[in-house]
């Protein structure tokens, strides 16, 4: 059984910075890529980063040269550095284990509320 635990959300400015952590559970964490998605109120769950097992990372869009994802193997955790924050980044965020082309989620954390506001 895997698990995810995420960590770091809280109210940040806008131009503020957070970083998110996921830590993993069990042994299988190196071998498998990994990401973060988001899901504002009353819209879909996108796609944010993800990063493969050996380092190959991927960014949507509207997050790109703001947000970097890291993963340190050692410590079965992965992180979502979030900087130039905006309003627009406000959602829940979530980690998840997964792999395949495209990108299938198979385990996911409990999430992690991000709110950037004055």
């Known amino acids: 059984q895997v698990q995810l635990v995420e960590s770091g959300g809280g109210l940040v400015q806008p131009g503020g910075s957070l970083r998110l952590s996921c830590a993993a559970s069990g042994n299988i964490f190196g071998i498998h890529a990994m990401g973060w998605y988001r899901q504002a109120p009353g819209k879909e769950r996108e796609l944010v980063a993800l990063?493969?097992?050996?380092?190959?990372?991927n960014y949507a869009d509207s997050v790109k040269g703001r947000f970097t994802i890291s993963r340190d193997n050692a410590k079965n955790t992965v992180y979502l550095q979030m900087n130039s924050l905006k309003p627009e980044d406000t959602a829940v965020y979530y980690c998840t284990l997964g792999g395949g082309v495209p990108f299938t989620g198979d385990y996911w954390g409990q999430g992690t509320q991000v709110t950037v506001s004055s």
């Open positions: 990063i493969t097992s050996v380092g190959r990372t």
